[in-house]
């Protein structure tokens, strides 16, 4: 499979889809170490940054999902970020806390537009420096789950962020 289409996240912060619906609830590998061969399905798109704020040094990422789904396994995801046209090798980009964590999920506090339920981003844990790169991808190392409810609809979300507290 091939990639879905580039998105580009606005300057401004506005929270952009960066893996459509259905995405999240399948895993490219679980341990994932090459961007190239292992993020592929159509449903991940690469994200740039075309005019790069360096007030928002910071990457925040959140899940939009069911809110009726129970017995959650959160989705675990891998942001991966470059220099866009260089050449470079993809280079994993680990949150504040370190590493990947969970975009946790929690139906009866996170926050809903009426369709889907959204993950609220922890600032050490789902907020990512994106250093000098550019260019974005993200793989699910851990899928999402439910005993109930639906998973089809969830997606994955970006924005630059200002600073990591927020």
């Known amino acids: 499979m091939a990639l ?3 998105v580009y996240l606005p300057s401004n912060g506005q929270w952009v889809t960066v893996i459509d619906a259905g995405g999240p609830a399948t895993q490219d590998a679980a341990t994932i170490t090459n961007p190239d061969t292992q993020i592929t399905a159509s449903t991940r798109h690469k994200f740039r940054i075309q ?4 007030l928002r040094p910071w990457i925040k990422l959140r899940q939009g999902y069911d809110g009726t789904l129970t017995g959650i396994t959160d989705t675990v995801p891998a942001l991966w970020g470059r220099v866009y046209g260089s050449g470079d090798a993809w280079q994993r980009c680990d949150a504040l806390a370190g590493g990947s964590p969970a975009l946790a ?3 009866t506090t996170d926050g809903t537009d009426g369709t889907l339920t959204y993950t609220k981003p922890d600032p050490a844990s789902n907020t990512y420096h994106r250093h000098h790169y550019d260019e974005f991808l993200v793989g699910i190392e851990t899928a999402l789950a439910g005993s109930t409810g639906v998973t089809t609809t969830s997606i994955i979300q970006a924005k630059q962020e200002t600073i990591a507290g927020t």
């Open 4 to 6: 879905g289409a580039t």
């Open 51 to 54: 005019n790069p704020n360096p």
């Open 105 to 107: 999920t929690s139906p």
